[in-house]
């Protein structure tokens, strides 16, 4: 491992998958200015998540897709001209 090249500011911080709500404890340098308190108590920075392995179908087995921004509706609208 390269000397210097990595960070050295790792913070425990909690990351939340806002699909479907579930969270964990891990550490970061990820900067945020939202906070949680976590289930020991404490206060820890918070770190929104749009997926993660609790909700991606590859790891649920399910075909349950999460489109935040819409980018299926503009899939089907632009090759529904085609047909």
């Known amino acids: 491992m390269k ?9 425990t911080v909690v990351f939340k998958d806002m699909s479907n709500g579930h969270s964990f404890l891990s550490k970061s340098t990820t900067a945020t200015k939202e906070t949680i308190q976590w289930e020991d108590g404490n206060e820890y920075p918070l770190i929104k998540l749009e997926i993660s392995n609790t909700s991606h179908p590859f790891y649920t087995g399910k075909n349950m897709l999460v489109d935040t921004a819409g980018r ?12």
């Open 3 to 11: 000397q210097g090249i990595h960070p050295e500011s790792y913070r």
């Open 72 to 83: 299926i509706d503009k899939f089907k609208k632009r090759y529904e001209k085609k047909k």
